[in-house]
């Protein structure tokens, strides 16, 4: 067999190196004995596939990528172009958008993540932005998003609503939101219900960001925006529904709900049903925190 190596971003000033963001990753990839190839991310973006790929060799072997998002249909011409070279992508493109955008994930997640709503584009008016609010019970409060990211350090501005029932609200704050995407917003809206999740003294959240490989848990960490924080997160519910979703390479971001009723139950304080699911990701393009075991994960890549 084949063992598969891991794409990784170029340098866009030095192309025949490795992108500095990822260079610690290409270190723990060679201490495992693994190898990568490099692909030109800003020529993917770009819509030049064919400049993307040319500096991977072709097959045989196939090949996981590990870096910057990716557009779901670049990926997807990305995918194309590799399998043509005898290159196949571990995750393909179906994959990587069931992962990678909310809609794709969230039926399967549904009992353990903020009920949501979505709406495609970036145009919505109000009428469909009410109804995307009636859908989460027209009140309470809420956060917006894209399929994929949110702007959560413009919470105020371009995040938070603090009642659905308040429509202006809600139209003020996805418009900024979606002024502030710009050409980067991914997919459409989505519209979630606020939970009040468990957070550490300096009022970071407590988030863990679990990484799944073939339905096993591979490495736990913080969730990268607070590399210091120690989570040990209840997995038990969380497995199911990540062999359910069948992706190969996923990671999943859990928080501790603090809300009413999130104590009650069988197992305690701790107790599985605690841990929300606050979003899932794609495993090959999830910031991995600083300080984390790196090399395991490489470790199983290339096992799998
Ligand atoms: N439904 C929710 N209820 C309460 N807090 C939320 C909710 N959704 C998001 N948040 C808070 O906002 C933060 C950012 O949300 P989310 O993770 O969905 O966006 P993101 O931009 O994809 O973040 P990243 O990719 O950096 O993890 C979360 O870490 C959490 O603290
Ligand atoms: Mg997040």
Known sequence: MVEPAVILPSDPLLPRRVDPHFAWEAGALRAVG?????????????????AAVHRIPAGPGPLWYRGWMVPTAR???LAEALAERGRPLLT????????????????????????????????WSRSALAAAAAELGGRG?????DYVKSRKHEWAEACYVPDLADLDALERVASRFAELQGEFLAGGLVVRRFEPFARAADGRAEEARVWWLDGEAVLVGPHP???????EPELSAVRPLVRRL??????????????????????????AERWR?????????????????????????LKA
């Not at 693994?34 to 064919?50: F, I, P, T, Y």
């Not at 409060?141 to 998003?145: D, M, N, R, S, T």
């Not at 495993?283 to 600083?290: A, I, R």
């Open 34 to 50: 693994g190898s990568h190839v490099l692909l030109d991310h800003d020529a993917l973006l770009a819509g030049d596939v064919a």
């Open 75 to 77: 990926y997807a011409e």
């Open 225 to 231: 925006d607070s590399p210091a924080v120690r989570v």
């Open 141 to 145: 409060p809420a956060v917006v998003k």
């Open 277 to 301: 699911v606050v979003e899932v990701g794609d495993g090959q393009v999830s910031e991995l925190p600083s300080g984390v075991d790196v090399e395991a994960l490489f470790r199983a890549l």
């Open 246 to 271: 069948g992706c190969r390479f996923v990671t999943t971001d859990l928080a501790r709900s603090t809300g009413a009723g999130a104590a009650d139950g069988a197992d305690g304080a701790d107790g």
């Open 92 to 123: 393909g493109p179906d994959a990587y958008a069931t992962a990678h955008e909310l809609p794709g994930w969230y039926r399967t997640f549904e009992p353990l993540t903020p009920a949501s709503s979505w709406l495609p584009g970036s145009d």
